[in-house]
């Protein structure tokens, strides 16, 4: 995957971070707080979100989907990055290029 890619995976999934903790029972949050927050830290070792993403579905239920405006795709998680790079005067190409 590309670091482009990457990075619209990661934000669509903060996106339904944020959504569960919005939509989550008592019972959900207190097992996100123990489950979840692990796995993120493990995420800077692990540099994937696969472990997280798994807790996730696991607490929240494997047909629970965010609603709303934190119901992102990765394309269009994306999307409002580059959006927002630009609106601040950058050049996401000059952002996200490899480094030389």
């Known amino acids: 995957m590309s670091a482009t890619g990457q990075i619209g995976e990661i934000v669509a999934f903060v996106a339904t971070v944020a959504a569960a903790r919005q939509e989550a029972t008592p019972e959900q949050l207190e097992e ?10 493990a995420m800077r070792v692990t540099k994937s979100i696969v472990g997280a993403k798994t807790v996730l579905a696991e607490v929240m239920g494997a047909d629970w989907k965010p609603r709303g405006e934190l119901a992102v795709s ?24 490899p480094p030389k």
């Open 32 to 41: 996100l707080q123990r489950k979840l927050v692990p796995q993120l830290t």
């Open 74 to 97: 990765p394309e269009s998680a994306l999307t409002l990055v580059e959006q927002g790079l630009r609106e601040r005067g950058h050049d996401p190409e000059t952002v996200f290029a």
